[in-house]
């Protein structure tokens, strides 16, 4: 556990910027130590093992909790009757069956599209076009807030490839007028800051390397 650079990084980032401690692959022991330290939002990527932590860390009633993993239709009720946020919406279906069962919960999550900027297959989320295509649809859609974009750029990007992809999408979300963007991890948090992420996601650089990858 690296505490030291939560604490640098936290000093750092201007205050319109969020931490997202990615606590997938940790243990709640650990989820404990920095919510101590004033860290109350943490993601997961796996529903089985954010909600056994749910679990563990229930009377932290101060923790909320982000789901940022590839969402399984089958898992969408846990999902939503369980996290907050969803970062990772990457499909107009996948949105309405959310709205479905979120007015079946009485729920509201918050939700960040998640969009595709780069052709990497080992990415999924809403193509640029097919999101503004898709737009009106989508702002009707009720039982959720959609409060912004999410991104993931792909590995071996230069610090400027990186800043331009997150600069796209930050473009794109103020186009749509979404407050939040989720983008920048543990290589790349630098470059979404200076592009206007509102959520940089981080997990190894704080919490040290996984022992659960």
Excluded at 35 to 46: H, P, R, T
Excluded at 93 to 111: C, D, G, T
Aim: aromatic content about 10%.
């Amino acid at each position: 556990m690296t505490i030291t650079n939560y604490l640098k990084i936290k000093n750092k980032i201007p205050s319109t910027v969020n931490l997202l401690a990615v606590s997938k692959g940790f243990k709640s022991q650990e989820i404990k130590i920095f919510n101590n330290l004033g860290q109350k939002d943490f993601g997961e990527s796996k529903f089985q093992e954010g909600f056994e932590k749910q679990s563990i860390l229930r009377d932290l009633d101060e923790i909320n909790w982000h789901f940022i993993g590839r969402i399984q239709s089958n898992k969408i009720r846990r999902i939503v009757q369980n996290f907050q946020y969803i970062h990772s919406v990457d499909s107009y279906q996948k949105l309405e069956k959310i709205a479905k069962v979120s007015f079946e919960e009485l729920k509201n999550p918050f939700i960040l599209l998640q969009v595709k900027l780069s052709d990497d297959p080992t990415k999924g989320g809403f193509n640029y076009s097919e999101l503004l295509d898709n737009w009106g649809d989508i702002k009707k859609i009720k039982n959720l807030e959609i409060k912004g974009l999410m991104t993931i750029n792909p590995k071996g990007l230069s610090s400027k490839e990186n800043l331009e992809l997150f600069k796209k999408c930050r473009a794109l979300a103020d186009a749509l007028k979404l407050p939040e963007c989720s983008m920048g991890m543990s290589n790349d948090w630098e470059e979404a800051v200076d592009a206007g992420s509102t959520w940089i996601r981080l997990g190894s650089l704080i919490f040290g390397d996984r022992i659960n990858k």
